[in-house]
């Protein structure tokens, strides 16, 4: 055969579809497996040290205990 006879052959070979989708497959498996050997985990971002916070607001609750306590010693001062 001369190499005017493999032109055809090799082209038909190549345009096979059998021998497209394995190069696709072979491609993805080879870029997977270069994902998985260079892979490196991102280091964490530094954290913010936080101001030291105030003291905290007393809840509803605390406020109504208050109100209440305040209300009873002004109320028996009123009834002596």
């Known amino acids: 055969m001369t190499i005017k006879d493999y ?11 059998r021998v497209i989708g394995t190069v696709i497959v072979m491609i993805l498996v080879i870029e997977f497996a270069k994902f998985v050997t260079t892979y490196r985990k991102k280091p964490p971002k530094p954290k913010n040290k936080k101001a030291p916070k105030a003291a905290p607001a007393p809840k509803a609750d605390e406020k109504k205990d ?5 209300g009873e010693g002004d109320a028996g001062a009123e009834k002596k």
């Not at 032109?7 to 579809?17: C, H, Y």
């Not at 208050?66 to 305040?70: I, R």
């Open 7 to 17: 032109i055809p052959l090799i082209l038909g070979v190549l345009k096979d579809f």
């Open 66 to 70: 208050e109100k209440s306590a305040e």
